[in-house]
């Protein structure tokens, strides 16, 4: 087992009386996202079949995730990242001694070269999302988090590929636990699942706009569209201001950065969004990611705290 053991705690400011808002800190993960459970199990298992290199398809945090998998089990690792992809990301990913190749605009087009490269006998192409292992593998997180909160009855998690959620509805249907609620977090720029669930299929997203670029999948998995039906659920799509906001707040809270990609999950709870309204036990799955920077909250709270200013002072003069 790569992954660890990450912690359930409640939010310090944000949980009240008769609702508990509980943060399933998958940020803490080695790699800084939830993706080493997925990617850990399945180059686990290529090196037991005898396979000696990985490629992986990543806008970053899958990349970073199955370098430091390939690391700890002796292979060679080579991550294929788009333009998008920060270059601190990228030198985070050649510490652990991968090759990175930078390749096209966007993550679709880094997946088609990742493919070609992963053509030989000796080598395991790895997805990002889309594989029924790396579901296997972020399953584990539901035995934790029932084992800490068994009383859970919403589960909030942020959406891009659906890798993470086919793995949470996946450890929920092996637990029997088809009475959570789920809550899928999306960005206005990248909902492709909520775009799927309204064509009831997964369908293809002409351009992705958002801040939130972990979340940039053009289309998403077909399995978590087909199952999360048996669940009830509900897409939540926010703006990009609203994915920051919760990036800040929750830096603020927890002292603790995270992406935009995970932040609009945290702006759930703090716009006391519609979706938990009448829930007791409230899981938010705090996924992480690695292309952030203390720089970078601190310019948009600044951003922030102007907005919210220059909004207060048109209130005050109507």
């Known amino acids: 087992m790569l992954h660890i053991r990450t912690p359930l705690i409640l939010h310090p400011g944000l949980?009240?009386?008769?609702?508990?808002?509980?943060?399933?800190l998958?940020?803490?993960?080695?790699?800084?996202?939830?993706?080493l459970r997925g990617m850990?199990?399945?180059?686990?298992?290529?090196?037991?079949?005898?396979?000696?290199?990985?490629?992986?398809?990543?806008?970053?945090?899958?990349?970073?995730?199955t370098a430091v998998a390939a690391a700890s089990l002796g292979l060679k690792a080579c991550i294929v990242v788009p333009n998008t992809t920060p270059e601190t990301t990228r030198a985070r990913i050649r510490k652990t001694g991968a090759e990175v190749i930078v390749h096209g605009k966007v993550w679709d087009e880094a997946n088609q070269r990742a493919k070609e490269l992963a053509?030989?006998?000796?080598?395991?192409?790895?997805?990002?999302f889309d594989h029924p292992v790396l579901w296997e593998g972020h399953s584990t997180m539901v035995d934790e988090i029932l084992e800490d909160c068994p009383q859970v009855d919403v589960l909030v998690t942020s959406v891009g590929g659906g890798g993470l959620l086919a793995g949470l509805l996946t450890g929920l249907i092996r637990h029997q636990r088809m009475d959570c609620r789920i809550v899928a977090c999306e960005t206005q720029g990248a909902a492709s699942f909520a775009a799927?669930?309204?064509?009831?299929?997964?369908?293809?997203?002409?351009?992705?706009?958002?801040v939130a670029t972990s979340l940039g999948a053009a289309q998403v998995a077909a399995w978590p569209v087909q199952h999360i039906?048996?669940?009830?659920?509900?897409?939540?799509?926010?703006?990009?201001?609203?994915?920051i906001m919760g990036v800040v707040r929750y830096a603020n809270d927890l002292r603790q950065l995270v992406e935009p990609a995970c932040g609009v999950s945290l702006a759930v709870a703090y716009l006391d969004h519609p979706a938990i309204a009448e829930a007791h036990d409230v899981v938010i799955v705090v996924c992480?990611?690695?292309?952030?920077?203390?720089?970078?909250?601190?310019g948009w709270?600044?951003?922030?705290?102007?907005?919210e200013k220059s909004s207060a002072e048109a209130r005050q003069s109507q």
């Not at 709270?301 to 907005?307: G, H, I, M, T």
């Open 15 to 24: 949980s009240t009386p008769t609702r508990r808002i509980w943060l399933k």
């Open 26 to 35: 998958e940020n803490l993960q080695p790699s800084g996202s939830f993706k």
């Open 40 to 65: 850990g199990l399945l180059c686990s298992q290529a090196a037991e079949q005898g396979k000696r290199k990985v490629v992986c398809p990543s806008g970053g945090n899958a990349g970073l995730a």
């Open 119 to 128: 053509k030989g006998a000796d080598t395991e192409y790895v997805p990002a």
């Open 196 to 210: 799927a669930m309204s064509a009831g299929h997964p369908v293809r997203l002409p351009r992705i706009d958002t």
């Open 229 to 243: 039906l048996d669940f009830a659920h509900e897409c939540v799509v926010l703006s990009d201001d609203e994915a």
């Open 288 to 298: 992480g990611g690695v292309s952030i920077s203390a720089q970078l909250v601190a």
């Open 301 to 307: 709270a600044r951003l922030s705290a102007e907005v």
